[in-house]
T-cell receptor, first 114, second 111 residues
Framework: DTEVTQTPKHLVMGMTNKKSLKCEQHMGHRAMYWYKQKAKKPPELMFVYSYEKLSINESVPSRFSPECPNSSLLNLHLHALQPEDSALYLCASSQDITSVETQYFGPGTRLLVL | GIQVEQSPPDLILQEGANSTLRCNFS?????LQWFHQNPWGQLINLFYIPSGTKQNGRLSATTVATERYSLLYISSSQTTDSGVYFCAVEPPNTGFQKLVFGTGTRLLVSP
């Protein structure tokens, strides 16, 4: 099974709301990633978790708060977002962060901030 | 940081045609992958190809690491090949599997 799942598929939220995105994988991977993709642009890395610990934060604003409750789950908590944060949020996983193997991506959550 | 440029940016093909997509990168890389992003946003792995040539059905890829480019060949294209093709590279000395995505090639295959 090479599947990464993400929920919800779509999310509309106001600037004062708090919401969470969820990502799950059951491949036994120990590295998980959050990417942000604006329309007609390539994905850009936001966070990297390795063995459930935050390893990399690519200077992401604090209104985005990642969490890795266990080795299969990755959450992204959203609070006080701006309209420019509207994007496709992609989760990925790989064997570990130094692996030379491929990353596997989920289908993404399309977020619209009003 | 490393620059990853893809060409052409847009490509329109008739079903059954062949095409070549190119990925140029500005520095040596540890890893290179090709992805297809379908119209619903799903990124699908096509190849992990830091060097050499690989084939998978109608698709094949070649990476010439010493000359810093990779090519993706699509033969006998089908409408389901439509979407955006990204190459993604892992720069050296980052200490982790950081993928830097290229600018993408948007492909439309018409029936």
């Amino acid at each position: 099974d090479t599947e990464v799942t993400q929920t919800p598929k779509h999310l509309v939220m106001g600037m004062t709301n708090k919401k969470s995105l969820k990502c799950e994988q059951h491949m036994g991977h120990r590295a998980m990633y959050w990417y942000k993709q604006k329309a007609k642009k390539p994905p850009e890395l936001m966070f990297v978790y390795s063995y459930e610990k935050l390893s990399i934060n690519e200077s992401v604003p604090s209104r985005f708060s990642p969490e890795c409750p266990n080795s299969s789950l990755l959450n992204l908590h959203l609070h006080a977002l701006q309209p420019e944060d509207s994007a496709l949020y992609l989760c990925a996983s790989s064997q570990d962060i130094t692996s030379v193997e491929t990353q596997y991506f989920g289908p993404g959550t399309r977020l619209l901030v009003l | 940081g490393i620059q990853v440029e893809q060409s052409p940016p847009d490509l329109i093909l008739q079903e059954g045609a062949n095409s070549t997509l190119r990925c140029n990168f500005s520095d040596s890389v540890n890893n290179l992958q090709w992805f297809h992003q379908n119209p619903w946003g799903q990124l699908i792995n096509l190849f992990y190809i830091p060097s050499g040539t690989k084939q998978n059905g109608r698709l094949s890829a070649t990476t010439v690491a010493t000359e810093r480019y990779s090519l993706l060949y699509i033969s006998s294209s089908q409408t389901t090949d439509s979407g955006v093709y990204f190459c993604a590279v892992e720069p050296p000395n980052t200490g982790f599997q950081k993928l830097v995505f290229g600018t993408g090639t948007r492909l439309l295959v018409s029936p």
